[in-house]
């Protein structure tokens, strides 16, 4: 053999791949995310390389349906746009312990009339096993194989022809035609290349497991991004019980849809009405509580809005934020001191979405700001009253999307007022609806329409 090994370097952020070291990535920008691995040797590349697709006139393609497999669940149908696409590679992102071999272990087994090859690197057939009892259901058509070099996989899975395939985790395997060891930027792209293949050879969909850790940097997802067809992304607290499925890329779906779970002791559970989920259950009324009705992907979600304003303790007021964009709300803040006369300068400000969502529908606006001033009034705002709306750098109130579906959900909820900006109210057919409408126009609109 004449090949001689090579170093290559990578960013590990966001896969930029360079012959020379670098202290900050050309690319992205990002520093100290370099990475030194060996390259691939020619002649095994070239090994690789056999058969191929011939060059056909677009009018000879037939126009088939998306054909699609629908799994045990509607949450993750959701996600994937309406079941998973035949053929399609999906990424499950997520940081470790999060739940993410619960998930697809669990679907596995619900999935009847399928065959399912459960590949694993990550734990031993007992490990599995002790798994599937706790989720406490059988299925014999879904077959465990611990392994992590990809030639075996691949040959596994011409023995089995599986009708659906998990990688868990995209991190364990190893291709033998890359000598670099499992996990690197090079094995990951690499073997997620040739999962990706088999898995649009032979037209079977196949789950790809990764993980992430806090800062989202360990190599994979990010550079996985651009391989696979879909991007799932598993979070939440891992306090609460809940977990979000969030869609981050999808080439067959929108890319804006979530799905609600709920871990227990035997598995994880579907939450289909998250509304009543993430709604707190208040006896008395606390200040500083206001709810908006989201929009995530097609679903109307209805979330608590909680806000904490208080005289700040040091010279410099503290701004803190879960689950919303801190400069939105320091430009919210903004917007109640110049445009309504709030004096909130000198005031620590905590603004948390209740249940570990995190959302960017610049309808909370609304719920944000009446949240802010209940809290500030020490008023609270009645725990039947829901909030739709953007708010503008003027202190105007904006018209958001799809109007009617936020109220629906929040008529159907029993709430009875919903404030929304007067342009949505115009022309609105109210009388669907049990509940009150409330058009508002400015921020001290809203301000004397709660408090007086
Ligand atoms: P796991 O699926 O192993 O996470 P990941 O693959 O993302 O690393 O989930 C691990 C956590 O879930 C662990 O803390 C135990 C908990 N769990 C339950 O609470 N109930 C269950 O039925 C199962 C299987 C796990
Ligand atoms: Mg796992």
Not at 57 to 65: C, G, H, K, M, S
Not at 386 to 406: N, Q
Request: hydrophobic residues 40%; neutral net charge; charged residues 25%.
């Amino acid at each position: 053999m004449t090949s001689k090994e090579k170093s290559v370097f990578f960013c590990k952020s966001c896969g930029n791949e360079s012959p020379k070291w670098f202290g900050k990535c050309p690319a992205c920008g990002e520093w100290n995310t370099c990475v030194e691995e060996k390259r691939q040797k020619a002649e095994d590349r070239r090994q690789k390389t056999e058969g191929g697709m011939v060059p056909v006139p677009i009018r000879e393609i037939t126009n088939a349906e998306e054909q699609r497999i629908l799994l045990p669940y509607g949450e993750l149908n959701r996600v994937l746009g309406g079941g998973l696409v035949l053929g399609s590679l999906v990424l499950v992102g997520g940081e470790p312990g999060i739940g993410k071999s619960t998930l697809l272990l669990q679907t596995a087994l619900r999935l009847t009339g399928k065959k399912v090859l459960y590949i694993s690197g990550e734990e031993s057939q007992t490990q599995i096993k002790m798994r599937a009892d706790r989720i406490g259901i059988h299925n014999e058509q879904c077959l465990i194989l611990t392994e992590t070099d990809t030639r075996e996989i691949l040959r596994h899975f011409k023995e089995v022809q599986p009708d659906l395939v998990v990688i868990d985790s995209i991190q364990t395997l190893s291709s033998p035609f890359v000598d670099s060891s499992a996990g690197t930027i090079t094995q990951i792209r690499e073997t997620a290349a040739e999962m990706n293949k088999i898995a649009k050879t032979y037209q079977v969909p196949v789950f790809l497991i990764g993980h992430i850790t806090k800062d989202g940097s360990i190599a994979g997802p990010k550079i996985l991004e651009h391989i696979v067809d879909t991007v799932l992304q598993f979070e939440g607290d891992r306090h609460y019980g809940f977990r979000i499925l969030r869609t981050i890329k999808n080439r067959f779906g929108s890319s804006s849809e979530l799905g609600i779970f709920e871990m227990n002791a035997d598995g994880l559970r579907e939450v289909n009405n998250p509304s009543e989920f993430l709604l707190s259950q208040r006896d008395e009324a606390v200040s500083g509580i206001a709810v908006a009705a989201t929009l995530e992907g097609q679903r109307p979600m209805l979330i608590e809005t909680q806000a904490l304003v208080s005289t700040a303790a040091y010279g410099t007021p503290q701004r803190s934020t879960t689950g919303f964009d801190t400069r939105r709300m320091n430009m919210l803040l903004a917007v109640l001191e110049k445009r309504a006369g709030f004096r909130l300068n000198m005031k620590d400000v905590f603004l948390n979405i209740a249940g570990g969502i995190r959302s960017d529908d610049p309808a909370i606006d609304l719920a944000v700001v009446a949240a802010v001033l209940s809290s500030n009034a020490d008023i609270p705002i009645d725990s039947r009253y829901a909030f739709a709306a953007e708010v503008g750098l003027s202190g105007e109130i904006r018209a958001v999307t799809r109007i009617d579906t936020r109220i629906a959900e929040a008529d159907k909820l029993g709430f009875e007022k919903f404030f929304l900006s007067k342009y949505n109210a115009k022309g609105l057919d109210t009388h669907r609806f049990h509940l009150e409408v409330v058009p508002i126009a400015s921020v001290v609109d809203l301000a004397t329409e709660l408090f007086g």
